[in-house]
């Protein structure tokens, strides 16, 4: 019994972490255990460590090393911090880890670097508001509004251009095009 206890301490915190991120990233998608080890053993690892090192060495961790029984906060607290971990990495950490692995590349003469999955998400996932035209490879023109995107589908519902838009003069800020299906989608504002 000891065993399966071990076991689920140490799975679950990285199984909350994976959670809360996914809530926050408002990603539905399903993924499976082995596509997702990595994040599983980071969220479980540090926040392992980090409810060792806040219970002055006395947490899961070490208490399993010394063979010593496991209390209820043994199991709570690293879920706790996986979830705290998840939310530090949604708001801050993740910027600050782009500009540091960005602030070397430099240094080293490599070019910059970005987390997002796919251009669409990098190029729609910035909390802003986006005026997008989509050319499509037969010719057709949509444009309008972004009112929701859904990345891992590769679909974006977009509404018609707000009546106060017609007074102001139209600003292309950025083009993204999918060298694959030919599609191109050119951002842009208005002033």
Do not use: C
Request: proline share 4%; glycine share 6%; hydrophobic share 45%.
């Amino acid at each position: 019994m000891d065993n399966l206890i071990i076991i689920i301490t140490a799975l679950a915190p990285g199984f909350a972490g994976i959670a809360a991120l996914k809530l926050l990233n408002g990603d539905a998608t399903e993924i499976t255990v082995q596509k997702s080890t990595l994040k599983y053993f980071l969220f479980g690892g540090v926040s392992l460590l980090l409810a060792d090192a806040l219970t002055g060495l006395n947490g899961p961790v070490s208490r399993t090393l010394a063979h010593q029984p496991l209390h209820y906060i043994d199991l709570l607290l690293p879920m706790i911090l996986a979830v705290i971990l998840a939310v530090f990495w949604h708001t801050i950490g993740e910027t600050k880890v782009i500009k540091l692995a960005n602030l070397i590349n430099h240094k080293a003469g490599r070019n910059t670097i970005f987390l997002a999955n796919t251009m669409l998400e990098r190029m729609m996932n910035d909390g802003k508001p986006h005026f997008v035209e989509i050319r499509l490879p037969d010719g057709e023109t949509q444009h309008g509004y972004v009112a929701d995107v859904i990345v891992h589908e590769k679909t974006i519902m977009l509404q018609p251009e707000p009546e106060w838009t017609r007074s102001y003069k139209r600003t292309d800020t950025r083009k993204m095009i999918d060298l694959a299906s030919g599609i191109v989608i050119t951002e842009y504002t208005y002033k």
